[in-house]
């Protein structure tokens, strides 16, 4: 396989390439583009780059929409990383927990620290769930909910993975199907994970959540911002507040994109619009068994409720899982243990409480001001920091934030990659271009293989990832993760 650093030696890209969308993956499809003197123009619809992964600014005070750890199994993802930011790439330590009960529990989980915290009659719970499970080995498994108790017993799926899934999704993890959780859990078992609490990894086995992580030192959306700079400073342009308006398509192929209020005529189209989107800006439309699966398709909305402290950090953790069903918010993130640049005052700490809904319901339209008090009051019931302490609250909303895996979400994505592989100069990349809950690297390494594609290479870039899986480890025989020899050395976690 090709490694992008190499990609100069390849044959050059016939005609102009528009790329839609300037997130991970719109970003990195253009940078590469750019590089390359290919020529490229990518649209974005807000006014910032970055999607998701974008650095929010309030006085000062920087917010990073849903956490992104800078990690990858991926040599040309990591070495475009550090090609892009250098030394502003910072190696940070990792450290989090989960909020269940009133109690906080280290996570990775801890048997001494579970044993003291959860007591020894709930720990008999969960083992006998676990044997009642192992002895029902032929259970289904086409759920979260069945994925789930099948490899740690019915206790643990309640204890750790029922209320904090649920919150996130807003379905029922009877309805959330086994495919997110095989890509976001994959590769442990209850005795797995106990014997590695207990006794440590065996050789050749997974050791360890990872310990330490790369992170943009001014947050992630340094990242997309340093590749903007340098896709215009090649002389491409990268349009904001340009949402698409059209696709024209005649004979089988994108004739013309509008965007901005700017007709383009690309010989090449590179999407990370949502699949939703792309057949409903389709000119003529869709099919209507095409028009009536992008319908379906359903995203999860997310806001992040910053809060501004007075006084010093209330927690040291990158971020907490919040596990407890009293309280709507799931995550709650300490942003100066991300990087201290993301805080400008020493005597000031900032955390942001992160909800997740879908776009147009109560939680999605309920008033910044009302959502300032909700996160203030729940960051107290957690017990984490008095809601006195509250100075100022900034409230960011991000809409089609997480393809969700329900019932028919696989056939309806079939139906839609039947209609486009009839459209023979548009590539579909990145999280919601495919429908799939890549993290950032995943969609990177989509857009890497759409450019090859461009040269000549003939990858199937629904295939990419698909036997991939989120879990961040180690094994012992790979190689340990980098460092960044020039990063300063700060003591001190994607969505």
Same mark, same amino acid.
């Given at each position: 396989m090709?490694?992008?650093?190499?990609?100069? #030696?390849?044959?050059?890209?016939?005609?102009?390439?528009?790329?839609?969308?300037?997130?991970?993956?719109?970003?990195?499809?253009?940078?590469?583009?750019?590089?390359?003197?290919?020529?490229?123009?990518?649209?974005?619809?807000?006014?910032?780059?970055?999607?998701?992964?974008?650095?929010?600014?309030?006085?000062?005070?920087?917010?990073? @929409?849903?956490?992104?750890?800078f990690? #990858?199994?991926?040599?040309?993802?990591?070495?475009?990383?550090?090609?892009?930011?250098?030394?502003?790439?910072?190696?940070?330590?990792? %450290?989090?927990?989960?909020?269940?009960?009133?109690?906080?529990?280290?996570?990775?989980?801890?048997?001494?620290?579970?044993?003291?915290?959860?007591?020894?009659?709930?720990?008999?719970?969960?083992?006998?769930?676990?044997?009642?499970?192992?002895?029902?080995?032929?259970?289904?498994?086409?759920?979260?909910? +069945?994925?789930?108790?099948?490899?740690?017993?019915r206790?643990?799926?309640? %204890?750790?993975?029922?209320?904090?899934?649920?919150?996130?999704?807003?379905?029922?993890?009877?309805?959330?199907?086994?495919?997110?959780?095989?890509?976001?859990?994959?590769?442990?078992?209850?005795?797995?994970?106990?014997r590695?609490?207990?006794?440590?990894?065996?050789?050749?086995?997974?050791?360890?959540?990872?310990?330490?992580?790369?992170?943009?030192?001014?947050?992630?959306?340094?990242?997309?911002? #340093?590749?903007?700079?340098?896709i215009?400073?090649?002389?491409?342009?990268?349009?904001?507040?340009?949402?698409?308006?059209?696709?024209?398509?005649?004979?089988?192929?994108?004739?013309?994109?509008?965007a901005?209020?700017?007709?383009?005529?690309?010989?090449?189209?590179?999407?990370?619009?949502?699949?939703?989107?792309?057949?409903? @800006?389709?000119?003529?439309?869709?099919?209507?068994?095409?028009?009536?699966?992008?319908?379906?398709?359903?995203?999860?909305?997310?806001?992040?409720?910053?809060?501004?402290l007075?006084?010093?950090?209330?927690?040291?953790? *990158?971020?907490?899982?919040?596990?407890?069903?009293?309280?709507?918010?799931?995550?709650?993130? *300490?942003?100066?243990?991300?990087?201290?640049? %993301?805080?400008?005052?020493?005597?000031?700490?900032?955390?942001?409480?992160e909800?997740?809904?879908?776009?147009?319901?109560?939680?999605?339209?309920?008033?910044?001001?009302?959502?300032?008090?909700?996160?203030?009051?729940?960051?107290?019931?957690?017990g984490?920091?008095?809601?006195?302490?509250?100075?100022?609250?900034?409230?960011?909303?991000?809409?089609?934030?997480?393809?969700?895996?329900?019932?028919?979400?696989?056939?309806?994505?079939?139906t839609?990659?039947?209609?486009?592989?009839?459209?023979?100069?548009?590539? +579909?990349?990145?999280? *919601?271009?495919?429908?799939?809950?890549?993290?950032?690297?995943?969609?990177?390494?989509?857009?890497?293989?759409?450019?090859?594609?461009?040269?000549?290479?003939?990858?199937? @870039?629904?295939?990419?990832?698909?036997?991939?899986?989120?879990?961040? #480890?180690?094994?012992v025989?790979? +190689?340990?993760?980098?460092?960044?020899?020039?990063?300063?050395?700060? +003591?001190?976690?994607?969505?």
């Amino acid at each position: 396989m090709r490694c992008a650093t190499q990609a100069a #030696t390849l044959p050059p890209v016939r005609g102009s390439t528009i790329v839609l969308g300037a997130g991970p993956a719109g970003l990195t499809a253009g940078y590469l583009l750019s590089r390359r003197g290919h020529p490229v123009e990518v649209v974005e619809a807000a006014h910032m780059v970055g999607g998701l992964a974008r650095t929010e600014v309030r006085d000062g005070f920087r917010f990073d @929409l849903g956490g992104h750890r800078f990690f #990858t199994k991926s040599a040309e993802v990591e070495a475009l990383w550090h090609e892009v930011l250098g030394g502003e790439l910072l190696e940070r330590p990792r %450290m989090s927990r989960i909020h269940y009960r009133g109690r906080f529990l280290d996570y990775p989980l801890n048997a001494g620290d579970v044993v003291r915290k959860l007591g020894p009659i709930e720990l008999v719970r969960v083992g006998a769930s676990y044997v009642a499970a192992a002895a029902r080995p032929n259970m289904p498994e086409e759920t979260v909910e +069945q994925w789930v108790t099948k490899r740690f017993g019915r206790r643990l799926y309640e %204890m750790f993975f029922a209320s904090y899934t649920e919150k996130v999704w807003g379905v029922g993890c009877d309805e959330l199907r086994s495919e997110w959780a095989a890509q976001r859990i994959r590769g442990l078992s209850f005795l797995s994970a106990a014997r590695s609490a207990l006794f440590g990894g065996r050789e050749g086995e997974v050791r360890s959540l990872i310990e330490r992580f790369h992170y943009p030192r001014l947050g992630p959306g340094q990242m997309w911002e #340093t590749m903007r700079d340098r896709i215009q400073e090649r002389g491409a342009a990268v349009h904001t507040d340009s949402p698409v308006q059209r696709l024209r398509i005649d004979g089988g192929r994108v004739s013309e994109v509008e965007a901005g209020g700017i007709t383009f005529r690309p010989d090449n189209v590179i999407s990370s619009l949502p699949l939703p989107a792309v057949v409903s @800006l389709a000119e003529p439309s869709a099919p209507a068994e095409v028009v009536e699966a992008a319908r379906g398709l359903r995203h999860r909305a997310f806001l992040t409720v910053a809060l501004v402290l007075e006084g010093t950090d209330p927690f040291p953790d *990158n971020w907490i899982y919040v596990h407890d069903p009293g309280v709507k918010v799931a995550r709650i993130q *300490n942003f100066r243990a991300w990087s201290p640049w %993301m805080v400008p005052r020493d005597d000031r700490a900032c955390v942001g409480l992160e909800y997740f809904c879908f776009a147009g319901d109560e939680m999605w339209e309920t008033p910044d001001s009302e959502l300032v008090k909700l996160a203030a009051r729940e960051l107290e019931a957690t017990g984490l920091a008095s809601a006195d302490r509250v100075l100022d609250g900034h409230v960011v909303r991000v809409p089609q934030a997480y393809p969700i895996y329900d019932t028919h979400y696989a056939e309806r994505v079939a139906t839609i990659r039947g209609w486009l592989e009839g459209i023979s100069n548009l590539q +579909q990349v990145g999280r *919601n271009g495919l429908h799939r809950y890549n993290n950032s690297d995943h969609s990177m390494l989509t857009a890497i293989r759409a450019v090859e594609n461009l040269e000549g290479a003939d990858h199937d @870039l629904w295939a990419v990832n698909a036997d991939s899986w989120y879990q961040e #480890t180690e094994t012992v025989d790979e +190689q340990p993760y980098l460092r960044v020899p020039d990063a300063p050395a700060l +003591q001190g976690a994607d969505a």
